[in-house]
């Protein structure tokens, strides 16, 4: 029997025995010793037993004070440690000495080195025989960054209710009665206006003449005509409250009516993309209960018919219990009429069964998944009969012949859904020929790292890149240009085997937030600027890498006053007394058809359009940046034409004066001649050197007249992440550098260690040259060997190679918590709570409400709200505006998620390390002290937050740094909730003693770490 100091911990960090991470005892190397490999891995390397302390077979070898030995270990799952002496009065494992076993897991036989200092007593393992330099095998490897069919696309997004007219004998939608029975009424802009199908075809013209290759319609679907409360009626004009999945909407016309619109537009040269939606349909389902406030699983589990309790998530992919809708869901689900019943088509979206019945969402944690969307029935999506109906539903519309689809709120839906429902659309597709064929979905979030999970782990092809629409407007608006430079570079989430940054659909503003020339004008641009940097907002989106997309009327100068429905005007003279009487960018207010290709921002459009199309390199060619100032002024990338192997330089500049700057290239003695916004070539010179001038709120592009410099030898390449024997967790960044200045594309590999085929993870073809693995789903202990083949524009070939092995997340350092000199404007807490706290909608930014107040001792943005009890999400944003925001771990992340049940909550930023959260999340910990007065606060003060501990990464460890602290001693405690009702002392002592610090010298950094398992607290300082 294994003796309990050797049973196995939870896989902790199996990889510290690599990174040398494990705590050093003294030395005692006086005596002759022996170390001995001992585990469950004995009995395949010679043993007679397993956990032998004393089996010669496994004894390591002495050599100085280090023992070692290689063996081939077969594959599967094992745990070790060394015993010393052949006894287990002494033996180092995970954390030293009687440590936890070490986690090791092989997919595949693998030859290691195991290893035992006797000075350090850390334990290692090194993989023998890895993938060293480059050689002929590598070239097989070496492959291009993708470019699928569909990454050079220009989009126009079309809301057909809003557009055109075709025909009038539609605009009821062939039903009877008033506006409250047909959803028609012109005047009302929460009501159908006449928009429809045939409309659109007969301008397609117009649409063409902006050099649009494709079309993305609103959702055409039947739609429940009218939903509200009495008084609070609106129509489904927009198309998000489908009945019937299988037929358009009457009052946008006809099954037919859309196949010739399909037709018309290809033999036009245009794709025709659907906007689909498979998260909810129509409110047709009511609660018995009469109530809509979310209840959680927790508290209200799914039950069988039979009463038991399940978790549906244990039934994913498997044929869920029998349920009965009488008994198994946390609400009573009821149709509003008898109609109801079987209003929805496919007949199975009538089975109340098939909807979460959780009430309504509030935007946080499982709620985003499991709740209504605004009263909208939620499907299912865990269900296989969902993932199963959608799938025939929407392959139906691909033997159609409809082009693409974009899909509707899809981080509202389980990743596992887009797992198989993706893929099956993907394949439908092929099946018809039509293998072009491109999804992209709606993930309303700007962080790279977040939405790129729905590209990878998700398997769409691309999602829309808001994260483009808050840098790109801002910088119009004449934010820094290196805040731009910060957002490409994150390109790297989204490269893997399939898809990368290039594909994504990038756009300005839309239905549902507003419109690119409102925000610029709310930023204070008036007159022939706010003209100018509109156009500056959509040179940017044209001739930077991504696809594109137009909002309808944007071309025609729209601005709008919001989101919704301020900002879905009528194409067609209006009947809307708000709409007419709106200010229009380049034109004049009023009632009139608005299709005018003389408009100057159309015919700005048109000629971007052109310039993209003629020089495809400005589509999809490889973007690298060259030049970003720190504040507004130029941002200058480098875009590449592989084929012809010639560079082309985009430079952007957003302030008011001409702007110059000298910078690098890939070629050298050329002339650069104009191609868009300039009339003069610039030159560069040997040293590949080129200076570029651009007038103030535009973008000029050039175009080198001779191919680059190719190199004549291959570069050097390093594999720098992981470093051999480095901790894989998470989404973990594989990455390279490599040498020189020339285009080059780094193709990235792995394998686990023993296997021989490599897997492709993606290829990056622009600095910094990265991808990223995750490693999420593999056990602990698993050694991974990667490699990166990296091809130049010669096509010449380097290799090199590493290996990592997967552990538990160590946590981000200890951050500086020293106040920065500047503080922002304003910082605002938007989110699903903002009505709550008396804004007129949720998610705004710009809300007085919601915005929080400067502590001017502590430099902590801070504010206490009563609000609902309930779930809620949020997220920081700074100086009224999404263009900077903070969520989860004070990243640029997800939503962050809190619930109240007394509706007492109070909000906290921090400027330095942007870690934003409230009290309901977990308590707020500081450490007061009587070093406190030498910060700004009183000493002893719990309440002041300069010795503000955080937990960014949620694992229970607090931590502070700062270098303000004096040379001295002193003392302090660790306080919870910014008062002494619970305070913990030396050695984790509630109410305990103090704690002593010891500052050796002025702008020493002192750290604090306090454990909020143990309430130990360990401070530094040196």
């Known amino acids: 029997m294994v003796p309990s100091r050797l049973r196995p911990l939870a896989l902790a960090s199996a990889a510290a025995l690599a990174a040398g991470l494990l705590t050093p005892l003294a030395a005692t190397a006086a005596d002759p010793r022996t170390a001995t490999l001992a585990g469950d891995l004995q009995s395949e390397l010679g043993c007679a037993k397993d956990w032998d302390e004393a089996c010669t077979a496994t004894q390591l070898t002495q050599s100085g004070t280090t023992y070692s030995k290689t063996f081939t270990v077969p594959a599967g799952s094992y745990e070790w440690k060394v015993a010393i002496n052949g006894a287990w009065d002494e033996s180092y494992g995970e954390g030293g000495r009687d440590g936890g076993n070490i986690a090791l897991n092989l997919p595949n036989a693998a030859k290691l080195t195991f290893t035992y200092d006797d000075v350090t007593h850390q334990l290692g393992i090194t993989p023998v025989g890895l993938a060293g330099a480059t050689t002929a095998a590598d070239a097989t490897l070496a492959k291009d960054s993708l470019r699928n069919p569909l990454t050079k696309e220009r989009f126009y997004f079309v809301m057909a209710d809003r557009f055109a007219n075709g025909d009038k004998a539609n605009d009821t939608g062939g039903l009877s009665g008033g506006r409250l029975e047909t959803g028609f009424d012109p005047t009302d802009k929460g009501f159908y206006h006449g928009g429809d199908l045939k409309g659109v075809q007969d301008r397609l013209d117009y649409i063409k003449g902006m050099g649009t290759t494709a079309i993305w319609l609103t959702p055409s679907f039947k739609n429940r005509p009218v939903q509200g409360t009495e008084g609070a009626e609106s129509a489904g004009y927009h198309g998000y409250w489908i009945t019937d999945f299988t037929q358009i909407d009457p009052h946008l016309g006809s099954n037919a009516d859309m196949k010739a619109l399909i037709d018309a537009a290809h033999a036009k040269g245009m794709k025709v993309f659907f906007d689909i939606i498979t998260n909810h349909t129509a409110d047709v389902i009511d609660y018995t209960e009469g109530q809509y406030t979310y209840r959680n699983k927790a508290s209200y589990p799914y039950k069988d018919a039979a009463g038991k309790a399940f978790d549906d998530r244990d039934y994913l992919g498997k044929t869920f219990p029998e349920m009965d809708a009488a008994t198994s869901f946390p609400y009573t689900p009821v149709f509003k009429s008898e109609a109801d019943r079987t209003v929805k088509v496919p007949a199975w979206l009538n089975d109340p069964l098939m909807y979460h019945n959780r009430g309504d969402s ?113 910088y119009a608006k004449g934010g820094k240009a290196s805040s731009l430079a910060d957002f490409y570079a994150q390109d790297d989430w989204y490269t893997d085997a399939d898809s990368n940054a290039y594909q994504l659909p990038t756009f300005l503003g839309n239905h549902d937030m507003g419109r690119a020339a409102m925000f610029i004008r709310d930023g204070g641009a008036t007159g022939e600027t706010l003209m100018a940097r509109t156009k500056l907002a959509n040179s940017l989106m044209y001739l930077t890498r991504g696809q594109p997309v137009t909002y309808y009327g944007d071309e025609q100068g729209f601005m709008g006053t919001g989101g919704d429905k301020e900002s879905r005007q009528d194409m067609f003279a209006t009947k809307v007394a708000d709409f007419a009487t709106q200010p229009v960018l380049g034109d004049t207010a009023g009632a009139k058809d608005r299709y005018n290709t003389a408009h100057p921002l159309y015919a700005h459009l048109a000629a971007l359009s052109k310039a993209r199309a003629k020089h495809p390199a400005l589509g999809d060619g490889l973007q690298q940046v060259r030049y ?57 010179g040997a040293d590949r050197k080129v200076t570029v001038d651009v007038p103030p709120m535009s973008v000029s592009v050039w175009r080198a007249n001779k191919p680059i410099v190719t190199p004549a030898a291959a570069p050097l390449v390093t594999l720098k992440t992981p470093a051999d024997g480095g901790v894989l967790n998470g989404r973990t960044e594989i990455g390279a550098d490599v040498s020189g200045n020339n285009p080059a594309q780094a193709t990235f590999l792995y394998r686990p260690v023993g296997a021989t085929s490599w897997t492709t993870l993606g290829t990056d073809d622009n600095a910094p040259y990265r991808v990223y693995h995750d490693v999420s789903k593999l056990p602990l202990g698993t050694p991974l060997e990667y490699r990166v083949v990296v091809k130049d524009s010669a096509g010449h070939i380097s290799a090199d190679g590493s290996w990592g092995i997967t552990g538990k997340a160590t946590g981000p350092a200890v951050e500086n918590g020293d106040r920065p000199a500047t503080q922002p404007g304003a910082v605002s807490v938007p989110g699903s709570h903002n009505d709550e706290m ?68 109070s909000f906290y930023y921090d400027p330095t390390t942007h870690w934003v959260t409230s009290d309901e999340e977990g308590p707020i910990i500081t450490a007061p002290g009587d070093f406190q007065g030498a910060l700004g606060c009183d000493n002893w003060a719990p309440a002041c937050m300069r010795p503000w501990l955080q937990d960014k990464d949620g694992d229970g460890s607090y931590t502070w740094s700062t270098t303000k602290i004096p040379a001295g001693t002193y003392s302090f405690k660790i306080a919870h909730g910014l008062g002494w009702d619970e305070n913990y002392g030396a050695g984790g002592v509630r109410d305990g003693g103090n704690i002593t610090l010891s500052v050796p010298s002025d702008g020493a950094t002192t750290t604090f770490v306090y454990d909020s398992a143990t309430h130990v607290t360990k401070v530094t300082s040196g």
């Open 362 to 474: 509030t935007w946080a944690g499982e709620s985003s998944t499991y709740g209504d969307f605004v009263g909208l029935d939620d499907l299912f999506t865990e269900r296989p009969e969902v993932v199963k109906g959608m799938g025939e539903i929407y392959k139906t519309w691909v033997d159609f012949g409809i082009d693409g689809f974009r899909i509707d709120t899809v981080k509202h839906v389980n990743m596992e859904f887009w797992q198989q429902f993706i893929p099956e659309i993907l394949g439908q597709a092929k099946a018809v020929g039509n293998a072009d064929f491109f999804a992209f979905g709606e993930v309303y979030d700007s962080s790279p790292q977040f939405l790129s999970t729905y590209t990878t782990e998700g398997k769409l092809q691309a999602t829309l890149d808001f994260g483009f629409q808050a840098r790109g407007v801002d």
């Open 628 to 684: 970003a100032a720190d504040g507004d002024g130029l941002f200058v990338t480098s875009r590449y034409d592989k084929g012809a192997k010639v560079e082309y330089l985009v430079a952007a500049n957003n302030s008011t004066a001409t702007q110059k700057t000298t910078l690098e290239s890939w070629t050298g003695k050329a002339m650069f001649t104009p191609v868009f916004g300039t009339d003069h070539a610039v030159k560069s």
């Open 838 to 905: 008396g804004c007129a909608a949720d998610w705004v930014p710009a809300c007085e409400q919601a915005q929080l107040g400067l502590d001017a001792k502590d430099g902590i943005w801070k504010k206490s709200y009563d609000i609902k009890p309930g779930s809620y999400a949020y997220k920081a944003a700074l100086d009224k505006d999404w263009a900077v925001n903070y969520g989860v771990g004070g990243s640029n992340g997800a939503n962050i998620s809190y619930d109240t049940a007394d509706g007492k909550v």
